[in-house]
């Protein structure tokens, strides 16, 4: 069964969104219906909230917290943001379905009160996701982000205008493909690439040349620190900005970053021809304005440790 986690930005329970969901034993029964499945996080107004929905995960596993009687950690996998906060409500209704048949709408807010986990409909997650990957899927993006839509949507689907002023995807059978959509490898890199290239403002973070060709496509690539394969998530803290040949080298532990941001290059390794590129550019890279994208520290220091066994 799909479901809702409402989250709160400055939460006094141990959450990371991108790996475990921290909640009291009165929960329990709801997120076991959930294990195996995905969940949409939303967060409440209260606590400076956004009233929207925000990212989906993946239930792994649930287990007791070891060191806070009664509570327990649900397991993520597969944590992708969206583009943009989905809201709560557009301007005809909410987004989950159950509360569009309350008496007084205007009560939907204390309804929730004491059901920070609860079920989704297959239709409402299917929906909650095409509004939130609207931009990574949107036509205009194709070229800009390397996503071919052909490859990726099944025949069931077609392009639409939705309710928004946004394209978006019309499926005949919501669940299946909707998570085909969030499980597809190529939109989630399309996903995480607008993220970190969008972050970074184009622009290269070890150079600072921000190239962009004759289609709108930006020349920057965008590098995961920690590898997916080895368990890295699809967040733009997990992501930097690089030049194609910067990233062959990034990729390959040849270069990495200091716990200063400031860039470590293997002598050994980089061919002489190229250690020329980074002349100038010992010190701190060039990173996002907003300091909430810049590289997760210990996202840095787990490429770092593949750096120094490689150098």
Same mark, same amino acid.
């Given at each position: ?48 909230? $956004?009233? #929207?929905?925000?990212?989906? +995960?993946?239930?792994? *596993? ?5 060191? =806070? /009687? @009664? ?116 939109? $989630?890199? #399309?996903?995480?690439?607008? +993220?970190?290239?969008? *972050? ?5 973070? =070890? /150079? @600072? ?103």
């Amino acid at each position: 069964m799909k479901g809702v986690f409402d989250c709160k930005p400055h939460s006094a329970y141990d959450d990371d969104l991108v790996e475990r969901y921290h909640f009291p034993g009165r929960y329990l029964a709801q997120a076991m219906e959930m294990l195996g499945d995905w969940i949409v996080y939303r967060e409440p107004r209260r606590n400076g909230g $956004r009233e #929207a929905y925000i990212a989906i +995960a993946r239930v792994t *596993a649930i287990a007791p917290d070891p060191s =806070v /009687s @009664g509570h327990h950690y649900a397991r993520l996998a597969e944590y992708l943001e969206f583009d943009h906060p989905v809201p709560f409500r557009d301007a005809a209704q909410y987004r989950e379905s159950p509360l569009n048949a309350l008496d007084n709408r205007a009560l939907a807010g204390r309804s929730l009160q004491g059901r920070s986990i609860r079920p989704l409909s297959e239709a409402d997650f299917a929906a909650i996701v095409t509004a939130g990957l609207s931009e990574t899927l949107a036509p205009e993006n194709a070229r800009r982000l390397n996503l071919d839509r052909p490859e990726i949507l099944s025949p069931a689907t077609s392009w639409v205008a939705s309710g928004f002023g946004e394209p978006a995807i019309l499926w005949d059978e919501p669940p299946r493909v909707s998570e085909q959509v969030v499980l597809n490898r190529k939109i $989630r890199d #399309a996903a995480f690439r607008r +993220a970190v290239i969008d *972050a970074y403002d184009n622009k290269c973070a =070890v /150079s @600072g040349l921000r190239i962009v060709n004759g289609g709108g496509r930006a020349e920057a690539q965008a590098a995961h620190i920690w590898p997916v394969a080895d368990g890295g998530p699809d967040v733009v803290q997990n992501g930097i900005a690089l030049s194609a040949t910067a990233h062959w080298l990034f990729d390959r532990h040849m270069i990495s970053l200091t716990d200063e941001y400031k860039l470590l290059v293997s002598h050994n390794k980089v061919p002489v021809e190229l250690q020329r590129l980074f002349a100038g550019q010992m010190e701190r890279i060039h990173l996002p304005r907003n300091p909430q994208h810049w590289p997760h520290l210990p996202y840095v220091q787990k490429h770092r440790e593949r750096f120094a066994t490689a150098a």
